[in-house]
Nanobody, 119 residues
Framework: HVQLVESGGGSVQPGGSLRLSCEVS????????IGWFRQYPGKEREGVAA????????YYDDSVKGRFTISRDNAKNTLYLQMNSLKPEDTAVYYC?????????????WGQGTQVTVS
């Protein structure tokens, strides 16, 4: 089993920056792909960014390309999401998730979420 704990959310003005962290514990072998999702009220979760453990390939949703950067510190078992040039439409609950397969398609483990508010 894998445990994921997000932190770093908060309130920021438009144009500001935040860095989200996701601490990973448990069976690290079950995190071949790990990513960030966000959820707006009343909407389904949508993918924001993901990173493959082997090789470090990254994926980004078009809405955050050039503004957000996903990274992983394997020594600290921590995933990060650096968010710059934040917009009000980035306001959402952000979740980190892990996919055992490494294909970044079906995620098996989820964190509890952290609120990001841009206003």
């Amino acid at each position: 089993h894998v445990q994921l704990v997000e932190s770093g959310g908060g309130s920021v003005q438009p144009g500001g920056s935040l860095r989200l962290s996701c601490e990973v514990s448990g069976n690290i072998d079950g995190t071949n792909c790990i990513g960030w999702f966000r959820q707006y009220p009343g909407k389904e979760r949508e993918g924001v960014a993901a990173i493959v453990t082997l090789g470090g390939t990254t994926y980004y949703d078009d809405s955050v390309k050039g503004r957000f950067t996903i990274s992983r510190d394997n020594a600290k078992n921590t995933l990060y999401l650096q968010m710059n040039s934040l917009k009000p439409e980035d306001t959402a609950v952000y979740y980190c998730a892990a996919d055992r397969s490494g294909y970044c398609v079906s995620y098996d483990y989820w964190g509890q979420g952290t609120q990001v508010t841009v206003s």
